[in-house]
């Protein structure tokens, strides 16, 4: 089992950048693909962005497309969230974890539950 930490957060006017980190332990990281997701105060966790381990694609929502890019360092095993043109509604705490790649959709691994603490993301009007 993947163990994930994230960090990078923070307090951010509209229109700044932020890049967070995902720091992975355990050896099958180098298989997974991985995801960003977030959750806003009283709202579910939705997707924001996938890269897979095979070659690198990647898959945005569509309200980040654009503005984030996602990338991924398996030797390192890290994932990687850059946040360009941050708006207010980007407020979220966001969570790395492995991923399924569906047709119309991304959700994490049903068998994932070692969900790290996440990290703050708080854009300012």
């Known amino acids: 089992q993947v163990q994930l930490v994230e960090s990078g957060g923070g307090l951010v006017q509209a229109g700044g950048s932020l890049r967070l980190s995902c720091t992975a332990s355990?050896?099958?990281?180098?298989?997974?693909?991985m995801g960003w997701f977030r959750q806003a105060p009283g709202k579910e966790r939705e997707f924001v962005a996938a890269?897979?381990?095979?070659?690198?694609?990647?898959r945005y929502a569509d309200s980040v497309k654009g503005r984030f890019t996602i990338s991924r360092d398996n030797a390192a095993k890290l994932v990687f969230l850059q946040m360009d043109s941050l708006k207010p509604e980007d407020t979220a705490v966001y969570y790395c974890?492995?991923?399924?790649?569906?047709?119309?959709?991304?959700?994490?691994?049903?068998?994932?539950?070692?969900w790290g603490q996440g990290t703050q993301v708080t854009v300012s009007s």
């Open positions: 974890a492995p991923a399924t790649l569906l047709t119309t959709s991304t959700i994490p691994r049903a068998d994932f539950h070692s």
């Open positions: 890269i897979t381990w095979t070659d690198g694609s990647t």
């Open positions: 355990g050896r099958t990281f180098n298989y997974y693909h």
